[in-house]
């Protein structure tokens, strides 16, 4: 995800959906020093949290030490083990995938991109069944067909990514109004 749009109108990652790419181990540790003063800008407080906002950036283990106590200090919970690694890797993906539809669909991504970031995230979980099913996780099939010259054109490429962000977040609504409340929701463990 290093390449997370940075445009103003793309905003500063979540902590919820840099808690996803903590789990699917893409994240742009680089990038984590600024969004964490973003989020203490924003109304976040504690001492984990300003200690990462504080560090350069160009230690990974630096930052990958102070992250899940600054995410708790955001108030989102980052288990280790609390569940099964499918579900805690398919609930990453749905955070990761929801975030890159939206861009997608509001004008912010291209589909190429968009396909890019799905691949990436398919790969890092050794395309795991739990994310390869999710809609958007049967994009990374597209990466050897776009642009190669056989199979579909690009303007139906882009249709079938479109078409996937929309059921992505369908599918994201549906299962979020069938989740208990609570942290007990595989979507809401990351």
């Not at 979540?14 to 600024?34: H, K």
């Not at 579909?152 to 994201?172: F, H, M, Y």
């Amino acid at each position: 995800m290093c390449n997370w749009p940075a445009d103003a109108d793309a905003g500063i990652p979540s902590p919820e959906l840099v808690a996803a790419w903590l789990e699917l181990d893409t994240l742009p540790t680089e990038r984590i020093p600024l969004w964490a003063a973003h989020w203490i800008a924003a109304g976040h407080d504690g001492e984990a949290l300003a200690e990462l906002a504080g560090l350069h950036g160009d230690d990974p283990h630096d930052v990958r030490d102070l992250l899940r106590p600054a995410l708790a200090e955001c108030g989102v919970i980052t288990p280790d083990f609390a569940a099964a690694a499918a579900n805690r890797q398919r609930a990453a993906a749905m955070v990761t995938f929801n975030a890159i539809a939206q861009l997608h669909l509001d004008g912010r991504a291209s589909a190429y991109w968009v396909m890019q970031k799905v691949a990436e995230v398919t790969e890092s979980v050794e395309f795991a069944p739990s994310v390869a099913s999710l809609p958007m996780g049967q994009l990374f099939m597209l990466e050897d067909e776009w642009g190669a010259g056989w199979g579909r054109t690009d303007t139906q490429l882009r249709d079938v990514v479109s078409k996937a962000c929309q059921d992505q977040l369908a599918q994201s609504r549906t299962q979020t109004t069938a989740q208990p409340p609570g942290p007990a929701g595989p979507d809401q463990a990351v």
